[in-house]
């Protein structure tokens, strides 16, 4: 684009030096004859220039939908503060907010090669239209077999105060303790070893350890999940929209490789490199592909 | 002899002087020309055939650089006219039934358009059982809900309901539209806004929210501070690092942060103030039990405009809302779990802490904003 406008600019210049010349009745007819070609040079441009990101007919519309799951049951905001759950360490409680960060979304097809998606979304269980994304590029047709995603926004993405939509969400992590954004706040209720009722919040982003002379040294703490389909592959044909699910079995943040403890993990968790490191690990197994649905899948 | 004549030439010379300042419109060309006006005050009125002039936000730095720009719905956009006619209605004590309460009235522009009362009184002499809200930034509230439960989905809802509300303006739509069609302003003022001199409640309603729209505060001293202009002070430092701290004060999580200068998520949470519930709050709106106890969160700037505070205005002084995040939560049926320690009371902050919070929380004071209307 940078370089079109540059020609473009330098086109202005060359037609009003052209007609800045004398031109004298000998010379009419070849000068006529450039400036007609100049006109066809520059109309021709004009019509070739992309306004937007060109589509070919052998490309089609992708949509993700993200779904969320307790061990099979499916979550939604109306269970929020209602339902109670058993985590793997037997524990019960409730879930109050679930939202999560997925980027760099990418399809991989059977031949090896890539398409990035990029961006971002943030799904907020509450919000339900905040679960369905439509990336701005299309994908090519051919034959797939999964998907990669970062959780969270890795280290180049991870720029604190760059987003203006996460800003307002208030979904900034403390620069105190790394900065950036966080990448989950999942936030609930449970009975504790002496059956009381207390918060967790448990919430996911930058590591940050603490060093012996009381400054904080942050690490990335993002993780990208590769996302295999069951069926062994699909199809993308050109034109069909295809639909992408992707779920998180929410379960998993409580029980693998690690169960975790919410009497012993529930609160203040950002600034804890342990715990941070551990949701980092557990969530490596939280998501996977779902359904994906096309008129010929 | 000579007093008289001393007394003459000072009457004169006092009547020149207010007549030379004598302010209004003076442009021939607008609905409200003022012909005796000398200085122009900014209020002219101007029809024009071409349709209302769209009207520039003065969006801050701070906003500018780290917030989307203004949720303005396609349906109502801010023009000059419509504001002016918006601000006009906002101070107009026509908008109740006995002519004694305008918009200002329990949102005084003094206080950062709050209410210095707990609870606002209303043309009958009944009080309600909120404290007001102020006014300022709801052009950034991206969820679009309002009133402390949120059962206002956009500003021209929130607008259209103060007036028929029987604690506080107790009209009637039709009635205040009857008065205002009398008026010998407003039709035309309608017109330059509308396109319409018929006066309905939608027109009014949309041109208050277009005034609340114009109202932005994001000149604190904690803006200064973000834009580099100016140093905070150590206790205010700490402060803001208490207010970040999920070990320390954790306010951050619902009152926003340097990277969200509305210091609101704009979101309704429990705060932990009542075992029981006597206001349900968002619940009593959305019917979900999980949201009973649910208030927004209230921005934290200018709160030395605006105690007293919460929902109920149950704290006069900023101390006592410090004490109750501090030492005082209940562990309310709802309460957020990102309230710490609930079990004994909260995170019992030091003295020494709770100075540095409150320190911090009055550098986002923003006294033009005040001062400004």
Redesign the interface.
């Known amino acids: 684009m940078k370089k079109t406008l540059y020609f473009m600019k330098k086109t202005d210049n060359s037609i009003n030096n052209t007609l800045n010349l004398t031109i004298k009745p000998k010379t009419m007819k070849k000068t006529l004859i450039a400036l007609s070609a100049l006109t066809l040079i520059f109309s021709s441009c004009k019509e070739e220039e992309p306004l937007t990101p060109k589509t070919t007919d052998t490309s089609t519309d992708v949509n993700f939908v993200f779904k969320q799951y307790y061990d099979g049951y499916e979550v939604t905001a109306a269970d929020?503060?209602?339902k109670q759950f058993l985590n793997a360490k037997g524990t019960s409680h409730t879930i109050?907010?679930l939202q999560y960060l997925i980027s760099d979304i990418t399809l991989h097809k059977t031949d090896g090669s890539e398409v990035n998606l990029g961006g971002y979304n943030l799904i907020d269980v509450s919000q339900p239209l905040s679960r369905f994304y439509t990336p701005a590029v299309q994908i090519p047709e051919g034959s797939y077999s999964g998907v990669s995603v970062t959780f969270g926004f890795d280290g180049n993405d991870n720029k604190?105060?760059a987003y203006?939509?996460l800003?307002?969400?208030?979904w900034?992590w403390?620069?105190?303790i790394g900065g950036g954004y966080h990448f989950m706040k999942f936030?609930?209720?449970f009975l504790d070893n002496t059956s009381?009722?207390?918060?967790?919040?448990y919430?996911n982003g930058t590591a940050s350890k603490m060093n012996p002379n009381g400054t904080r040294t942050a690490e990335e703490n993002h993780f990208r999940v590769r996302l295999w389909d069951a069926n062994g592959g699909f199809q993308v044909k050109s034109g069909e929209r295809m639909t992408i699910d992707i779920n998180m079995n929410i379960a998993e943040w409580f029980k693998n490789p690690i169960l975790w403890d919410l009497d012993q993990y529930h609160?203040?968790?950002?600034?804890n490199y342990t715990a941070q490191k551990m949701i980092n690990q557990n969530g490596r197994s939280v998501l996977s592909l779902g359904n994906v649905t096309s008129p010929t899948n | 002899m000579k007093k008289i004549a001393f007394l003459i030439l000072l009457s004169a010379s006092i009547m020149l002087v207010s007549s030379c300042r004598k302010s209004g419109c003076t442009n021939p060309d607008a609905v409200n020309y003022d012909p005796g006006a000398k200085v122009d005050d900014g209020s002219c009125i101007c029809t024009s055939t071409s349709g209302p002039t769209p009207y520039q936000l003065q969006i801050p730095a701070t906003f500018s650089r780290f917030l989307p720009p203004p949720t303005i719905p396609s349906d109502n956009p801010l023009t000059v006219e419509g504001v002016a006619l918006g601000k006009k209605l906002f101070f107009d004590k026509r908008l109740s039934d006995d002519l004694t309460q305008a918009c200002a009235s329990c949102h005084l522009p003094s206080q950062a358009f709050d209410d210095t009362n707990r609870f606002s009184i209303g043309i009958d002499g009944l009080a309600g059982t909120r404290n007001a809200m102020p006014l300022f930034n709801h052009a950034w509230n991206t969820n679009n809900k309002f009133f402390w439960d949120g059962r206002a989905n956009g500003l021209e809802e929130q607008a259209f309901g103060p007036v028929v509300n029987p604690i506080e303006m107790h009209d009637t739509w039709p009635n205040v539209v009857s008065k205002l069609q009398a008026d010998a302003v407003y039709p035309s003022m309608f017109m330059s806004a509308f396109g319409t001199s018929t006066i309905d409640s939608v027109l009014a309603s949309k041109a208050l929210a277009q005034y609340e729209r114009t109202l932005i505060s994001g000149n604190s001293r904690f803006d200064k501070y973000l834009l580099r202009q100016i140093s905070l002070t150590p206790s205010e430092l700490n402060g803001f690092s208490l207010f970040m701290s999920e070990s320390g004060a954790d306010c951050f999580h619902c009152h926003g942060d340097a990277n969200n200068p509305l210091w609101t998520d704009n979101l309704f949470h429990d705060n932990g103030l009542d075992l029981t519930y006597t206001d349900l709050g968002l619940g009593a709106i959305t019917g979900n039990p999980s949201d009973n106890g649910k208030f927004k969160t209230p921005s934290l700037r200018n709160l030395v405009f605006t105690p007293p505070y919460m929902h109920d205005g149950r704290f006069a002084t900023l101390d006592e809302v410090i004490d109750h995040y501090s030492s005082g939560l209940k562990a309310s049926p709802n309460v957020s779990p990102l309230l710490k320690n609930v079990a004994t009371g909260g995170n019992n902050l030091t003295p020494q802490e709770k100075a540095d919070l409150k320190a911090f929380l009055l550098t986002l004071t923003d006294s033009s904003f005040v001062r400004g209307h």
Request: aromatic share 6%.
């Open positions: 929020f503060g209602a109050s907010k604190d105060g203006t939509d800003n307002a969400a208030s900034s403390p620069m105190m936030e609930g209720m009381t009722m207390k918060g967790f919040a919430h609160m203040m968790l950002m600034p």
